[in-house]
T-cell receptor, first 115, second 112 residues
Framework: NAGVTQTPKFQVLKTGQSMTLQCAQD?????MYWYRQDPGMGLRLIYY???????DKGEVPNGYNVSRLNKREFSLRLESAAPSQTSVYFC??????????????FGPGTRLTVL | TQLLEQSPQFLSIQEGENLTVYCNSS?????LQWYRQEPGEGPVLLVT?????EVKKLKRLTFQFGDARKDSSLHITAAQPGDTGLYLC????????????FGSGTQLTVLP
């Protein structure tokens, strides 16, 4: 039981390049999330998926696209990377019940640098 | 401006000291969670508080949810070097149980 896994762990891109960050969970969770973490800003929600086949924008969706490939996998794509997207990206998943006390489980993060 | 303001942003103390971290907002939350994050890892949930005025204890850590459900505090008694980390509060707004709003975090360093 690996929990939430993310690949790659580190990535360096040049401005304008594209890439996809991969996330998978093996806990049979319905909801999955993508966050970015910047110094002094906490975590900000980029996109989330409440269930397979649905995705919704979060607080900072511009410049990103997502795909909920199946119940396990939720990918984040940067079509044309910009230096402002330099950040640490976290994927998370959540227990099936929509209770306010439910826990989000986080992956180890992807550290992305855009030059 | 962040919906959840945490203070202090940085805190460096000696082993054995007590400390309190605050999480404040002008908005009402259905629940408030506290996470701890270590370098190179994702946040890990410490506690969830749901009822206004609720107090929860986790060994040397005491968490309190404000009566009006707009603020929360984390108190650590006799801090140890193992408590070092980034502490994040996160709230669920009413009607948005699926989403969390995070505070900016408090970086705690406990010196031996």
């Amino acid at each position: 039981n690996a929990g939430v896994t993310q690949t790659p762990k580190f990535q360096v891109l040049k401005t304008g390049q594209s890439m996809t960050l991969q996330c998978a969970q093996d806990m049979n969770h319905n909801s999955m999330y993508w966050y970015r973490q910047d110094p002094g800003m906490g975590l900000r929600l980029i996109y989330y998926s409440a269930s397979e086949g649905t995705t919704d924008k979060g607080e900072v969706p511009n410049g990103y696209n997502v795909s909920r490939l199946n119940k396990r996998e939720f990918s984040l794509r940067l079509e044309s990377a910009a230096p402002s997207q330099t950040s640490v990206y976290f994927c998370a998943s959540r227990l099936p019940q929509d209770r306010v006390s439910d826990t989000q489980y986080f992956g180890p993060g992807t550290r992305l640098t855009v030059l | 401006t962040q919906l959840l303001e945490q203070s202090p942003q940085f805190l460096s103390i000696q082993e054995g000291e007590n400390l309190t971290v605050y999480c404040n907002s002008s908005s009402v939350f259905s629940s408030l969670q506290w996470y701890r994050q270590e370098p190179g890892e994702g946040p890990v949930l410490l506690v969830t508080v749901v009822t206004g005025g609720e107090v929860k204890k986790l060994k040397r850590l005491t968490f309190q949810f404000g009566d009006a459900r707009k603020d929360s505090s984390l108190h650590i008694t006799a801090a140890q070097p193992g408590d070092t980390g980034l502490y994040l509060c996160a709230g669920a707004l009413p009607g948005s149980a699926r989403q969390l709003t995070f505070g900016s975090g408090t970086q705690l360093t406990v010196l031996p």
